[in-house]
């Protein structure tokens, strides 16, 4: 089975800050992965599939990369509506998914 | 507008059963792959299903094969998740989420959820 450990797991930031997150997989998974937003009550929401590409509608500020077997979600600059759980998905195993522990951005 | 709605959820016994519906709108629902996909309270995601836009082909989580049936009605757009034989840690909110038409392993639709709870 692949495995997904994203880190961290918590992170404090600022509005304004720019915010990594990353996934990595427990084996190749190529360009197969989507980043998801999730905040408290509500579904998730896809934010970026294919490692990179942005979701129609997604602020231009959050952005997603891949290098090799890890995977990189980028948010620019921090707004206060940013502020919620972020979980990446595999789905290189398709249809069989798997998703990240998950990593919470709260307001320092 | 576009949008999928859950209904079904509640308190059971364990060992009992319960069904859940997904109905969709505003798009096409025949030509998509539906998924569930569960959150147990406090935790993180896990996918429980999978089933073809046409409904010919099914597949499971570990967790939950052989006790869990999906299933779907593309006269009435309504996605569904038949549960027996539930467990404690079947008790989380199961989302229904659609697969993208070009990639169907990505949710690019979810809907509310609807909070199973399964206790004596």
Redesign the interface.
């Known amino acids: 089975d692949i495995q997904l450990t994203q880190s961290p797991s918590f992170l404090s930031a600022s509005v304004g800050d720019r915010v990594t997150i990353t996934c990595r997989a427990s084996q190749g998974i190529a360009s197969n992965l989507a980043w998801y937003q999730q905040k408290p009550g509500k579904a998730p929401k896809l934010l970026i599939y294919a490692a990179s590409t942005l979701q129609s509608g997604v602020p231009s500020r959050f952005s997603g990369s891949r290098s090799e077997a890890e995977f990189t979600l980028t948010i620019s600059s921090l707004q206060p509506e940013d502020f919620a759980t972020y979980y990446c998905q595999q789905l290189n195993t398709y249809p069989s998914l798997t998703f990240g522990g998950g990593t919470k951005v709260e307001i320092k | 507008q576009v949008q999928l709605v859950e209904s079904g959820g509640g308190v059971v016994q364990p060992g009992r059963s319960l069904r859940l519906s997904c109905a969709a709108s505003g798009f096409t629902f025949s030509y998509y ?1 539906m ?1 569930w ?1 569960r959150q147990a309270p406090g935790k ?4 429980v299903a ?1 089933i073809w836009y046409d409904g010919r082909q099914k ?1 499971y ?1 570990d967790s939950v094969r052989g006790r869990f049936s999906i299933s779907r009605d593309n006269s009435r757009n309504t996605l569904y998740l038949q549960m027996d034989s539930l467990r404690a840690e079947d008790t989380a909110v199961y ?1 229904c989420a659609r697969g ?1 038409f070009d ?6 639709l ?4 609807t909070l199973v709870t399964v206790s004596s």
């Not at chain 2, 990639?103 to 690019?108: K, P, R």
């Not at chain 2, 979810?110 to 959820?113: D, I, L, R, S, T």
């Open positions: 792959g998924h996909v993180g995601l896990e996918w999978f597949f989580a989302y993208n990639n169907a392993g990505t949710l690019d979810w809907g509310q959820g």
